[in-house]
DNA sequence: CCATTTTTGGTACTTTCGTATGAGGGGTAA
DNA sequence: TTACCCCTCATACGAAAGTACCAAAAATGG
């Protein structure tokens, strides 16, 4: 919050400056008015960039940043996360052996522990719990 | 496509009569000056607001709105979508036929030909692709 | 080095999934 | 009415998936 107000105060007195700035050049010299309608089209754009970008941070909601912690949390392996990605790409076991380099019965011990870990059944209900729960894209 | 570049041709054409404008107005009047710099400051604000709105829904994805259309598309009948729904909820065949009240035979044959249409081999493969195509939420 | 966790692999068994095929009833448009 | 699609249900079979239980390297952390 304080590193909010303190980046708007910035911006803000950066704005005034461009506009005393752009005063002084364009009344005393005519030298630089492309220039100076250049940097105020630059500054503001970005300035445009920065709220939305700003907006959508806070209003919406972060969209798909996957949380290490709870992978942690629930006690998920590497390769227990691994397996639940390829699970979610819509891979057969074997494909995932084989994507993996290990055997299908490898594959079924880490999938078995991994829905023990996530409190599921089956393979759908896994890919939609680990969506839920922001641990898969 | 075509629309995409209609608007930002009628961008890039609004932006350079902007700066034509600005050049005109400061170099052969100093009347409005800081009325110039003001509009360029507001246009380019709102450029940029634009930009990021299409960047985000362009790059990350368009906010999960159905597309019918493409249901229609692809032939998928009224059942085939509802248990195609239940199949993204992480349902059994068993569990999916109680609800809809139906056998699980019924919902048997129904995810086959569903499959078929979404030309995939399994029920993981069939979220995944349902999700690709914003036929699901 | 020791304890623990992770990863790997296996057997054996049950359950679920998926396909092929057929068949009957209902609705709809030509 | 016929042709066509949708929904329903069934049998039978093969293929995945999932569980239980076990065991042994390999990596990791003290």
């Known amino acids: 919050m304080k590193k909010t107000i303190l980046t708007f105060s910035g911006i803000i007195f950066g704005v005034l400056a461009l506009f005393q700035l752009s005063h002084y050049q364009?009344?005393?010299?005519?030298?630089?008015?492309?220039?100076?309608?250049?940097?105020?089209?630059?500054?503001?754009?970005?300035?445009?960039?920065?709220i939305a970008k700003k907006k959508r941070q806070t209003a919406n909601e972060v969209p798909s940043t996957i949380d290490h912690h709870k992978i942690e949390n629930l006690g998920i392996s590497k390769r227990e996360y691994e397996i639940l990605q390829k699970i979610s790409e819509g891979l057969?076991?074997?494909?995932?052996?084989?994507?993996?380099?290990?055997?299908?019965?490898?594959?079924?011990t880490h999938v078995s522990n991994l829905f023990q870990k996530l409190e599921v059944k089956r393979r759908t209900q896994a890919v939609q719990k680990a969506k839920e729960l922001n641990i898969i894209a």
């Open 26 to 50: 364009i009344t005393y010299s005519h030298l630089y008015s492309e220039v100076v309608v250049a940097i105020v089209a630059v500054v503001f754009l970005l300035m445009g960039l920065f």
């Open 92 to 108: 057969s076991n074997k494909e995932i052996g084989a994507r993996l380099f290990v055997s299908e019965h490898t594959v079924k």
